[in-house]
């Protein structure tokens, strides 16, 4: 379910919302985490009750656009085979980003994660943001992905994601067969500022944050835009 903080900071202000854009991918542990902490933040930011609401729009990402569609196997095998480093050294990467996620609530188990090619799951949350879901489809998804080990490349499995979240599933499974919303996923990433990796957030068109920042970090620039505004309007 989507809280408060992913929507907006639900605060009295009058002041315009400010605008978080997101670009990261289903496959990105980092986006998942990072997501994490960016609530967090907006919680902080919110505390003093006059802040101005946050608006969260996410855009799409590829991490690995040269994975194959039908590409089956673990992300292990992923980054042992296809990008040459050693098993050992990938599992203890593995193991790092694990531990971090548990710290922010998150239960990663790369054991059952199976990576795949992310276009059909950013075409699917295109999809939903058409119909008004798209924060609930990014959190669910990225949940399937990390924690369930579902195939995110598979059909089938995104129209059942996208039924649980109250989305028509034959109107899901038509967009994803005939790629309706692909144009949408490559104009995300051409708008991409250039950026070379994900997560990467720019909160009210001005200012950019890279990765899967501390929480303080993200609570600090929504306090910097604040702080512009009165600036501005003074």
């Known amino acids: ?23 990261s991918d289903i496959a990105c542990p980092w986006c998942y985490i990072g997501k994490r902490k960016l ?13 101005p609401a946050v608006e969260i729009e ?18 292990t095998e992923y980054l042992a085979e296809r990008k040459g480093l050693p098993v050992v050294q990938v599992e203890q990467m593995l193991d790092r ?8 609530g998150l239960d990663y188990d790369f054991d059952s994660v199976q990576h795949v090619n992310t276009v059909r799951a ?30 995110l490349s598979d059909i089938a499995v995104l129209a059942d994601l996208a039924e649980e979240l109250g989305l028509d ?15 949408d996923v490559l104009a995300d990433q051409q708008q991409a500022y250039g950026i070379q990796g994900v997560p990467f957030f720019v909160i009210d068109g001005k200012y950019g944050v890279s990765g899967a920042q501390e929480a303080a970090t ?12 009165d ?3 003074a």
Do not use: C
């Open 58 to 75: 996410y855009h799409s990402y590829e991490l690995s656009p040269d994975t194959p569609i039908d590409f089956h196997g673990s992300t």
């Open 169 to 183: 599933r034959a109107a899901a499974v038509h967009a994803l067969e005939e790629r309706v919303h692909h144009d």
């Open 231 to 233: 600036n501005t309007t």
């Open 122 to 151: 950013h075409e699917l949350i295109h999809f939903a943001k058409a119909n008004g879901r798209q924060l609930d489809a990014k959190e669910r998804l990225l949940k399937a992905y990390f924690v369930e080990g579902r195939d």
């Open 1 to 23: 379910m989507t809280t408060a903080a992913q929507n907006t900071s639900q605060a009295a202000s009058t002041q315009a919302p400010i605008r978080i854009d997101i670009w």
């Open 39 to 51: 609530e967090s933040g907006i919680e902080q930011f919110s505390a003093s009750g006059d802040a």
């Open 218 to 229: 993200f609570a600090d620039v929504l306090n910097k835009v604040t702080t512009d505004r």
């Open 97 to 104: 980003v694990t531990g971090i996620a548990k710290d922010v």
